[in-house]
């Protein structure tokens, strides 16, 4: 089972993904993807750690999410958005050889029998971006959530920390 939950920045995501979560199992699984790219950043991941209890096991993966022994669980993917950011800055930018890497991830994670809840944010609904590389990560971000919203069997869009069900 796949769900996609996503939506604009606080709109609740990552709560409701993790609620989601502990309503399906009592040992629920974190893939953390982000980098710690600054002081407020690491501020952000230290207020995500502390929404978990010890019922969660933690797993840091950057980008080689296919890599990942799922069978017979339940994983939360927080966030999309950050995973792919790394392709992005690791391929100098380059949307084309991003989305193939990211999709070739996304593949095999899908391939395990477990359920898996991505979280994504909907930048694109959000102000125009006012960089080139902005606006490319933006579509890109834009294609990849179509990509899994596709393969999801549920998505839920989050609007002011309310579940909207699109998919299902």
Known sequence: MIYLIT???RSGKSSHA???ALSLTDEPIYVA???LWDDDFQARVKRHQHDRDERWTTVE???ALGSLKLNGKV???DCVTLWLTNFFMDTDQ???RSMKLAK???????????TLILVTNEIGMGTHAPTESGRKFADMQGWMNQFIAEQADQVILMVSGLP???KE
Request: charged share 30%; aromatic share 4%.
């Open 33 to 35: 993807t982000a980098r």
């Open 164 to 166: 909207v069900q699109v």
């Open 18 to 20: 993790q609620e989601l």
């Open 94 to 96: 380059n949307v084309e």
């Open 61 to 63: 993966v950057e980008k």
């Open 75 to 77: 994983a939360v993917v």
């Open 104 to 114: 070739d991830e996304l593949k095999q994670l899908f391939r395990q029998d477990a």
């Open 7 to 9: 939506g604009g920045q």
